[in-house]
C-alpha cells in the first residue's frame, strides 16, 4: 500500500472506508503528467471504477496488458482465478471514483438478488468478468456529489455510504436480458453502433428532441428495436434517460453562476420556466434558484 499511502500524502487520492474491506477511493490529476495509483487488491475483491472526467489506463501484470478508460464509462474487474492489484495511469485533468469491496461484502448487499446478477451466482464463481459500461445520467448526478461533497468526520462516512449504495442500484438496474452472454440483440455489432448513435443524437438536440418513431428512423432501426436496445445497453428508457441527462446539464449549468433559471430552462428545452422548475425539482427535491443559491454560499 506504499504507493496508495504516497499518493493520498500528495493529495492526489482521498480514502474513504466504508467498512472492513470496502472502501472507496477519488481520484483528482491536477497536474500536468501522467500519475499511476498503485494498491494491492486480491482476487476476493470487485472493483468498481467510474471515470466522470478525463480518460485512464489500467496496467495488469504480469504481461503488462492494458485497458482503456474513458469519461463517462465505468470499469468492473472481478477474476476469482487471480489476484487484480490496482494499477491505474490517469491523464491530467482527470477524475475517476473507484469502488473497492470484499465479494463477501458485496453478496451480502445484495443477498436476495444474488442470481440477478451475474457474478453472484453459483454457476459463475469460477469465472472473471471485465465489463465495460456507459454511465447513466442519474448514475453521473450521484458520482458529482460524491465527488463534491463538504462534510467532515462521521457524516463523510455516512453520506458517502448511503451514495455508493444509491449508485449500486442504479448500476445493477438492468434486466436479466440484458446481459451480453443472453441478449441475441446485444451481439449485433451493428445494433449497437445504431442505439449510440441515437443516444448522441438526443443529447445533441435535447432542446427539440426527434420523437421515438423520427428517430428510429434516423438510425435505421425499428421501434420496437430501439426501446428494446436502449433500454438494454443504457438501463432505461429514451425519454427517461434524456430526462435525466437534461437535469444533469442543467445542473451544471446552475452551479457555473453565469446563468439564470429561464436561460437555463429554455437550453435543455423548457419553454416555460414553471415547467422547468417542476421537472428540476421531481429530479432533485428542490427549485433552481434555490439549487444556485446554494451553490455560491
Keep these: 500500500m506504499e504507493?496508495?499511502?504516497?499518493?493520498?500524502?500528495?493529495?492526489?487520492?482521498?480514502?474513504?472506508?466504508?467498512?472492513?474491506?470496502?472502501y472507496v477511493l477519488k481520484t483528482t490529476n491536477q497536474r500536468?503528467?501522467?500519475?499511476?495509483?498503485?494498491?494491492?487488491?486480491d482476487r476476493t475483491f470487485v472493483q468498481f471504477h467510474f471515470c466522470i472526467k478525463?480518460?485512464?489506463?489500467?496496467?495488469?501484470?504480469?504481461?503488462?496488458?492494458?485497458?482503456?478508460?474513458?469519461?463517462?464509462?465505468?470499469?468492473?474487474?472481478?477474476?476469482?482465478?487471480?489476484?487484480?492489484?490496482?494499477?491505474?495511469?490517469?491523464?491530467?485533468?482527470s477524475t475517476i471514483i473507484s469502488i473497492v469491496v470484499s465479494i463477501k461484502n458485496f453478496h451480502a448487499l445484495f443477498s436476495k438478488e444474488a442470481n440477478f446478477i451475474h457474478f453472484l451466482r453459483e454457476d459463475n464463481t469460477q469465472k472473471k468478468f471485465y465489463s465495460n459500461e456507459a454511465i447513466s445520467p442519474a448514475s453521473m448526478v450521484v458520482l458529482s456529489q460524491i465527488n463534491q461533497y463538504s462534510m467532515h468526520g462521521a457524516l463523510k462516512e455516512l453520506y458517502t455510504k448511503g451514495k455508493v449504495y444509491e449508485l449500486m442500484s442504479l448500476y445493477f438496474n438492468t434486466s436479466e436480458e440484458a446481459d451480453m452472454d443472453h441478449c441475441p440483440f446485444l451481439v449485433d455489432e451493428e445494433n449497437v453502433v445504431k442505439i449510440k448513435k441515437a443516444k448522441e443524437i438526443i443529447m445533441a438536440r435535447m432542446a427539440e428532441p426527434p420523437t421515438l418513431s423520427e428517430l428510429a428512423m434516423e438510425v435505421g432501426l425499428s421501434l420496437k428495436k430501439l426501446k428494446a436496445g436502449f433500454k438494454q445497453i443504457y438501463g432505461d428508457s429514451v425519454f427517461h434517460f434524456l430526462f435525466d441527462y437534461k437535469m444533469e446539464y442543467a445542473r451544471r449549468m446552475l452551479e457555473t453562476g453565469k446563468y439564470n433559471v429561464n436561460e437555463v430552462g429554455l437550453k435543455v428545452g423548457y419553454s416555460t420556466a414553471s415547467h422547468f422548475i417542476a421537472a428540476f425539482k421531481k429530479k432533485y427535491g428542490?427549485?433552481?434558484?434555490?439549487?444556485s443559491s446554494s451553490q455560491l454560499n
Design 286 to 291: 428542490t427549485t433552481p434558484k434555490k439549487y
Design 32 to 41: 500536468i503528467e501522467n500519475q499511476t495509483i498503485r494498491a494491492e487488491v
Design 3 to 22: 504507493d496508495l499511502a504516497k499518493n493520498i500524502a500528495e493529495g492526489l487520492v482521498e480514502r474513504i472506508d466504508l467498512e472492513t474491506d470496502f
Design 54 to 93: 478525463g480518460n485512464g489506463e489500467f496496467v495488469f501484470p504480469p504481461n503488462g496488458y492494458r485497458m482503456p478508460i474513458s469519461e463517462e464509462q465505468s470499469l468492473l474487474l472481478y477474476n476469482t482465478q487471480k489476484d487484480l492489484p490496482l494499477e491505474l495511469i490517469v491523464t491530467p485533468k
